[in-house]
């Protein structure tokens, strides 16, 4: 017997959805304003890999795995952080010369060590063992072992990169 009725039950679930859709679509809607029409040379995101990597030359490698990481801290998502930052490596990589896979293997390695760090999995952990308002001190604990991470995400990848 069901305690509650299909109906009552979508509507929970429809209830809970609201907020992440919202920011899911919100996140989107950014990926598609960067990557504008086409992933060509009058996309934003062509423009700001072309730029970056003009002026940090090689030194965009080591940005590369940060901004992985950065984009995945705000969306909460891998996978939202390679969308919206995928073509700005594919850009940067092809201006400087390098394997741009490689490059797009740097971007994703940063988006998943970044999820350590990502507000909304802090909170959720925090919530399942119990602390509240500690999300502070868990990011001080955290931070210094994704800074490890990202270097060594990135020293990884540097024969890759010039392969």
Known sequence: ???SSPKQILGGVARRMKKPL???LGALCLVELLRGKDVNA???AFIIGIRLSEALSD???VLSALLGSLGAFFSGSTTVSNLTFGAVQKAAALNLGLNYEALLAVQGCGGSIGNAVC???IIAVSTVIG???QEGAVMKKVVPIVAAF???ATVVMLPFLYA
Do not use: G, Y
């Open 1 to 3: 017997e069901l305690r």
């Open 22 to 24: 919202i920011a899911l």
């Open 42 to 44: 009058d996309s934003p």
């Open 59 to 61: 030194a965009f490698i």
């Open 119 to 121: 507000l909304s999995n």
């Open 131 to 133: 602390v509240e308002n």
């Open 150 to 152: 990202l270097v060594i």
